[in-house]
């Protein structure tokens, strides 16, 4: 018998067996780790191990005298500032009660010696006016607070107290102290700040520009963060003027009735701003998002889909597919798959980019303006020798700092680069005006003119109203010069504007949280950011009452259009980019399955029209109509492609259904949605880990990992 | 960049693509579950990587990796306070190393294909497929097959036995 922690031979033998059926016959094949490794070698980011562990290893001789010294002068610092109360009231008192002036106060040393060797909370100060932070708390309140916050590895807290509530302990707690996921040690890394320490970096620089009611508004908020007891609250939008990144509200989309409402239309959209966004939350800061911050089709369209591009002069194929619906079985799922043509880096027309950087007060955080400043070296390095770069920034006023400039010049550019620095308020408005003069001086014939902005969206100066914004853009998208949004950091990022100004100025959104992402959208998906290949590209499904008794499309809340908009080449829609691929998803309710949809008392005016007869001789479940316009053409032409339901099971669906899927209910449950029907992180998991596919850039294989966290994070 | 950086990059990719499944597979066999496996994976070849290292033969690397591998597995698990399991994962390295050796799975793989094909009956092979592809249940199976639910172990435990001697004597060859 064999002892029980040595297995037998049998017995690996038979692990052995039962592994490489699963990998034969079950497909459990191993995942394609080399991006993850390499980027993680590059980084030197182990799972399971504070990144600087290494070097401070080897550095630990070098820096212990120097931990000592600057833990003495805490010490020092410290019990001063405790003092000084009691010092200064001494002091109060002598000098009331001073008989001879010529008598040197017995502590009148004191104060010199707090001012020539900083205390702890002089120190914090200096690096917040550093960082940008340039407000001051009452004396006493801020030095408290600071040492509480800013030493909890010096001071030891008593046993009796429990430890201030981080994002990192409540991951911890899921699972309990022993059972943390070593990838959630990667987020725990002091690499970012914890979503307490937020709420010190609001742009109080842009609250002075307002004048006092603005700095009164900045402080009230800052005291509400401040005493908030929740990490990360303080970034859950609190509306204009107000710190915190914003949302606009998203409401899912409802089932309707095919009797009621046979024609779905809606534009088509290429963000993937909401995808790195919830990205950013989960894996940097070990928190859920907030549900107005998750828009599913963003999501699913941050993933490449292998549907086969047009062999035809269309600039883009369509691919539908149905299959039952895994989160609600009686229901169906239709996928709608575009597929934009690829354009061959040295067919990739000429390009006139003007890049509009905001180097306010607000972009002064390493996840910012550094970040962006790296994101555009990496752009300004594939520009070629036809294209053209000029650079516009923008603060409390805007200028222009690199005139259009040849490729040929690459080094200018990059020194232009070099040279930003942040510091003051935002106007962007007026940024925008002289960036569209520039591209417009500028302007390619044929060629590519887009104007690329990079902010966090706290525009506060000029024309700061998101609706003057949005007329302002919708203006200028009419010149042919077309718009690319970058989000940066968080905090104060204004991502309902970003989003509303990139839709309406024939845009993309994207958001960067990290020189990876920056990378996939500037370098790797250079031709799709760049290249419009068609423009007001609308779709519009009719569905067969005889076959669909209701349906729902799932996101695309914000690009929902009236029927008539369809056939109506002035209403703007998205546009496609050279290689983008767009997915769509429905969930269908097939005929004679109930649904519950909310009831129409019959009209009392006019009689109610009878609905025409089912088509009862079409086996067709829907048909599938787009519209698109040529970039520079104003006439838009229409496809059309009908859908019979074959029946198939979501285990026989492709792939790429299959993730698309998985992706879609991995954002209902982030959302919280009331269609979500059985998904659980566990499902959405165990299909995509099904269905990951080739996956050469490792973009699934962080998904899972994300599901994985918010698994964790919500408890399943 | 200097052309030693881009010949160590170079190295360095060349070593995580050609080996990468090959370490994951191994802890898998260790006992991981794929989330652990994936992390332990990057571990490793962050852990050779960082400390300079040296080119060595396909199958001198796969030992040193699995070494790590192996190493970097028990301190997690110390890590979460579970009891060391180093006899265990000894002996599960003496039979990975004996059975499937320094060239990785691939062979098993290739071999075990070929004995579903001449091994076992149709039937058999439904029957493994029911199990690992679709993940039905002994009773499934069982209606599937016709047969009594009690005996569907036993059909599965013969099945792996046959094909287990199958893969041995060909890889032996």
Known sequence: MSQPNRPNRDDLADRLMDQALGELLGGETPPDLSQRILVAVEEDVSPSQPRKEHVMSKSKRIFRPLVLVVAVCLVVGVTIALLLPTLQSNRGEWARNMVEPSAPPPSASAPMEFNSSPSRSEEIEDEEVLAGRRYREVPGTKTEAAVEKKAPDRLAPRPSEPSPPTATPDLMSQEGPVAMDPKDLVSALPETPLPGEESLSLPTEKRVVHGGKHRQEGEVARKQLSDSSVPGESELGRGPGRGGDRYDRVVDNAFKTVKDHPLSTFSIDVDTAAYANVRRFLLQEGRLPPPDAVRIEELINYFDYDYAGPDDDVPFAAHIEAAGCPWQPEHRLVRIGLKGKEVASEERPASNLVFLLDVSGSMNSPDKLPLLKQGMKMLAEQVREQDRVAIVVYAGSEGLVLPSTSGENRQAILDALDRLEAGGSTNGGAGIELAYRTARENFIEGGVNRVLLCTDGDFNVGTTSQGDLIRMVEEKATSGVFLSVLGFGRGNLNDAM?????????????????????????????????????????IQVEFNPAQVSAYRLIGYENRILAAEDFNDDKKDAGEIGAGHTVTALYEVVPAGVKIDTPSVD?????????????????????????????????????????????GKSFSAAGTDVQFAAAVASFGMLLRDSPHRGDATYGAVLEIAESAVGADPHGYRAEFLQMVRRAKALAGQ | MTATTVDRRAEMTALVQAHQAGVWRYLRFLGCDRAEADDLTQETFLVVLRDGFEARSPAQTAAYLRTVARNRLLMARRKRGNRPAEVEL?????????????????????????????AVTARVRKALELQYRDRASREQIAAALEMAAEGVKTLLRRARDVLRDCVERKIRR
């Open chain 1, 498 to 538: 970003m989003e509303s100004i990139s839709n309406k100025g024939n845009g993309n959104y994207a958001y960067i949280d990290g020189p990876t992402e920056a990378q996939k959208v500037l370098v790797d998906q250079i031709g799709g950011t760049l290249v419009t290949i068609a423009k007001d590209v609308k």
């Open chain 2, 90 to 118: 000894a002996a599960a390295e003496a039979y990975w190393a004996k059975a499937v050796g320094n060239k990785g799975l691939d062979d098993y793989l290739v071999a075990l294909a070929d004995c579903l094909q001449v």
């Open chain 1, 602 to 646: 019959p009209l009392k005016y006019q009689p109610t029209a009878e609905p025409s007869e089912p088509s009862e001789q079409s086996d067709e479940m829907l048909t599938l109509k787009l519209r698109y316009k040529q970039p520079d053409a104003d006439h838009s032409q229409l496809l059309e492609f009908p859908l019979v339901d074959g």
